[in-house]
């Protein structure tokens, strides 16, 4: 691990600021993934930001009757909240898939939002990745890809966004909160957060430099039965090969969010209109475009079928 400064953000638009005039400085509140990263010197920050003093860790009502969830709220605590179990029932599925109780304890939902890929050419220094230095290539093409993104790929790379929670708050059609340098806030759709790899992988968020995550806030409940099914290579602590987080209401129609297949997030709403009609309708659309390789071309399949069990879970 590269040396590094730090210090304890005294308030929001102190981070932020502070994030914006240091060059090469990352916020750390848990830490699950960034240590870990720092550990590989995949990531070398000059200068931690330590956020876990800004009290930005409640769970509030709105006034237009949703959930205002702070940045730093826990994943357990999120998960286990009465009122996000009774009306997001989705949302404390997905995070309860999605890693062990210890992890869990310490990861915040902002950071569960920033998470960067698991991809193993990512993680290993020896091989070209254009997530880790942009331009060196993408191992994972022609490489084993097997776990790899199958839609939203580009020639730069192939890597799919690691966080089940994800999933559900893009379902929910959350709203990411920010705050910027000069102090100025701004409210992100969960659709427009996250970024397709393009020509720049490493620009994984629409986040500008030294902009600072606050809470994510969930409209108000719309019903339905909440499901979230995930598919792994084993049954425990294992990131998705596909996922799928959905909201069905009685008459059929509903929502459908897909993990493991893309950069980011995958919900195309038009394939929703499919619903009623069963999974492979909604497949077609969902995966329209779709570019797998050899190898992962059964997650085109896998969707299908998972979302087939959902929809018959949801019939019961």
């Keep these: 691990m590269k040396a590094f400064s730090y210090e304890r953000a005294s308030s929001v638009e102190a981070a932020a600021k502070a994030a ?3 060059k090469g400085a990352k916020f750390i509140a848990g830490g699950t993934n960034l240590l870990d990263l720092m550990k590989l010197q995949i990531e070398t920050p000059t200068h931690l930001i330590d956020v876990n003093g800004l009290a930005l860790d409640k769970i509030e009502a ?36 999605g890693a062990s109780g210890q992890l869990r304890n310490k990861a915040t939902t902002a950071g569960n939002l920033l998470q960067r ?29 097997r776990q790899h993104a199958v839609i939203g790929v580009s020639d730069a790379c192939i890597a799919t966004h690691p966080s089940d929670m994800a999933i559900a708050m893009r379902a929910l059609d959350a709203t990411v909160e920010t705050v910027r340098p000069d102090g100025a806030t701004r409210r992100i759709p969960i659709a427009d957060f996250h ?11 629409v986040l500008e430099p030294g902009e600072l995550i606050t809470a994510v806030t969930l409209p108000k409940p719309i019903g339905g039965k909440h499901i979230y099914r995930k598919v792994r290579d084993r049954a425990s602590y294992a990131f998705a090969l ?10 059929g129609t509903g929502r459908v969010a897909v993990g493991g297949i893309a950069h980011k997030p995958w919900r195309v709403e038009a394939a929703e209109a499919d619903l009623p009609k069963g999974a492979r309708a ?35």
């Design 242 to 251: 596909v996922s799928i987080g959905a909201i069905v209401q009685p008459d």
């Design 282 to 316: 909604v497949t077609d659309t969902l995966l329209a475009g779709a570019h797998p390789t050899e190898q992962n071309a059964f997650k085109v399949t896998l969707v299908e079928r998972t979302l087939g069990a959902v929809l018959a879970e949801a019939r019961g």
């Design 117 to 145: 890929t698991r991809c193993p050419y990512f993680y290993d220094t020896n091989q070209p990745c254009n997530k880790r230095q942009p331009g060196s290539g993408c191992a994972a093409i022609g490489g084993f890809s």
């Design 195 to 205: 970024r397709l790899p393009g020509d720049t992988p490493h620009v994984e968020t």
């Design 62 to 97: 709105t006034p237009e009757g949703g959930l205002r969830i702070g940045a730093l709220v826990r994943n357990t605590d999120l998960a286990s909240d009465e009122r996000v179990r009774r009306d997001y029932g989705l949302l404390s599925r997905a995070l309860l898939a």
């Design 20 to 22: 914006a005039g240091t």
